[in-house]
């Protein structure tokens, strides 16, 4: 089979590393090296005998005109999250495979969003603010809730928030979770109690955002629900900033520092340099940093050289989507 890579050249080396590209070679044949999207668009004659497509951030837009110019394309790699930006209908009408590496992608949040839930419960932002303010250590004994018994909330059963309750799991925690489609069978899965939005947040010590941006999930999250906060409690957002009405989150921690936000994700991002965000003491920002960087781009690569093995094999794919599934995609 013919193959072309088609994504953002700079990070092209780290999703398909050396390593990754030899193991593609010795079962696709890829006589170039990787194209952008632009320079695709400005010259489709490229396309004309490819088989296979690897692409990742920056890939192309899969509309009809792109696709009359591959007319043997068979299947399409993205070695990235959403494909919102990439699909449109004449892919489906066309019947090309379609895989992504939204699990591989899901791996770092997971565990990003792990490691804030313990240091949440143990108000570790608290002491470093206050350590930092006061040059001096507090006294004990500390008001925190901990890592026992204390109340988790977990808002949609995403890939993101099935992942974090798989870990939670192995923690001596109550869980809890929002998501209108999640059975009765996923939640004794997962170990967590169903439950609404303005339960988790009045009742969990640490609430946790995973939901997928859609038009109606905008603005989900609103200033009612950081007022119900319990005491000391901590919101985590690794999902995306627009799910959360972002001007009445600030009013409502302005009037409770005692509350914690952390927030890898704004409404718009970065937020701009006069945002009071950067200036609240019971805010933490990270910039977009839960998701795949660095070498953990690695893994999404090896994702799709798993999928090209096993479709090489006609095996069912692990990762592919269909139409259905597309359609609920964020």
Known sequence: MKGIYIMNKESFPLVYSDSIRSEI???????????????????????????????????????????????????????????????????????????????ANSVPVVEFTLSQILFCL????????????????????????????????IISMSTV??????????FDLDVYAYDPFMTKE??????????????????????????????????????????????NASFINTARGAIVNQQEMIEVLHNRPDLTAVLDVTNPEPPPANSVLYAMKNVVLTPHLAGSEGAECGRMGQYMLEELRRFLKQKPLKWQIDQERFSTLA
């Open 186 to 231: 996923e939640a004794e899965h997962y170990q967590v109690t169903p439950t609404t939005i303005d339960t988790i947040f009045e009742h969990c010590d640490i609430v946790s955002l995973h939901a997928p941006l859609l038009e109606e999930t905008r603005n989900l999250i609103e200033g009612k629900h950081f007022r119900r906060m319990k005491e």
């Open 161 to 170: 928030g099935r992942g974090v309750c798989e870990l939670l799991k192995h």
């Open 25 to 103: 070679r010795q079962l696709v044949d890829i006589d170039r090296d990787v194209m952008s999207a632009e320079e695709v668009e400005s010259d489709l004659s490229v396309l004309k005998d490819v088989d296979v497509i690897f692409s990742g951030w920056g890939g192309p837009k899969l509309d009809e005109t792109f696709l009359r110019a591959a007319p043997n394309l068979q299947a399409f790699f993205y070695a990235a999250g959403s494909l919102k930006a990439i699909i449109t209908d004449a892919v489906w009408k066309r019947n090309i495979t379609i895989t992504n590496a939204v699990y």
């Open 122 to 153: 143990k108000r570790g932002w608290h002491f470093v603010r206050m350590i930092e303010e006061n040059r001096a250590y507090p006294s004990k004994p500390y008001h925190l809730s901990g890592g026992f018994r204390s109340k988790v909330g």
